[in-house]
């Protein structure tokens, strides 16, 4: 038997992709058809979204230790947020969690380290791209990084918030993102962090001109492999 996870959900479609992910690969590691449990809570987009853009990450995370409240009584026994941005909010009530989380950007960032790179370029929300997340879990690996140029960060922020999050997958945003991630490669990036759950329903190492450290993939093999070494 393995772990139960339980999964604090923000955004429909990065959610999804993790889920997903858990359950199709989990066979790889526990035979045909078998994945871990998996228990998912989320409150909506637009709870989140109001408290966001009044900058309380208080309220952020006090939304999420809902969530791993209801998640810790469905029986799991740690936490994963497929969602970048809400991770400014764990240190709020991380040591009031029922249950232990696996931070997303700590886990893309000892994926880097174990591939080697030196500097990566960063992609998300706004919100995400102008905090500490990635940063300070780099930094701990030793790992440089470089963030959007201001116009791109808008963009960016607006593709992910008016068509990612509404499962809306378009060629021009695909080549606006391809061509970011092209003069992050001209800037010296050896690898790009798809650093919003959502980005990796439009960029992957296929169309990419960097090699990419998928965070929504990422945190669900992390968590598949916890809840496989952690159980008897």
Request: charged letters at 20%; one cysteine or more.
């Amino acid at each position: 038997m393995a772990d139960h996870i339980g999964i604090v959900a923000c955004s429909a479609e990065g959610a999804a992709l993790c889920y997903r992910t858990i359950c199709v690969e989990g066979a790889a590691l526990l035979g045909a058809h078998a994945h871990p449990e998996v228990s998912m809570h989320t409150h909506p987009l637009s709870d989140y979204m109001h408290c966001i853009y009044r900058d309380d990450w208080q309220a952020v995370g006090e939304l999420m230790l809902s969530s791993a409240h209801k998640l810790r009584r469905s029986g799991a026994a740690f936490l994963i947020c497929p969602d970048n941005t809400l991770h400014q909010a764990l240190a709020y009530v991380e040591s009031r969690s029922p249950l232990p989380w696996l931070h997303i950007a700590a886990v893309v960032a000892a994926r880097a380290r174990a591939a080697g790179y030196r500097c990566v370029g960063l992609t998300g929300t706004r919100y995400l791209v102008t905090s500490n997340v990635y940063p300070e879990k780099l930094a701990e690996q030793g790992i440089d990084f470089l963030p959007p140029t201001d116009a791109e960060r808008e963009e960016i922020n607006r593709i992910i918030m008016e068509e990612l999050v509404y499962g809306r997958f378009t060629p021009a945003a695909i080549a606006y993102l391809q061509r970011v991630i092209e003069r992050m490669k001209a800037a010296g990036c050896d690898a790009v962090v798809l650093g919003c759950t959502e980005i990796p329903l439009l960029i992957n190492d296929g169309n990419s001109a960097l090699p990419t450290l998928d965070s929504t993939r990422l945190l669900a093999r992390a968590a598949l492999q916890r809840a496989v070494q952690s159980s008897p």
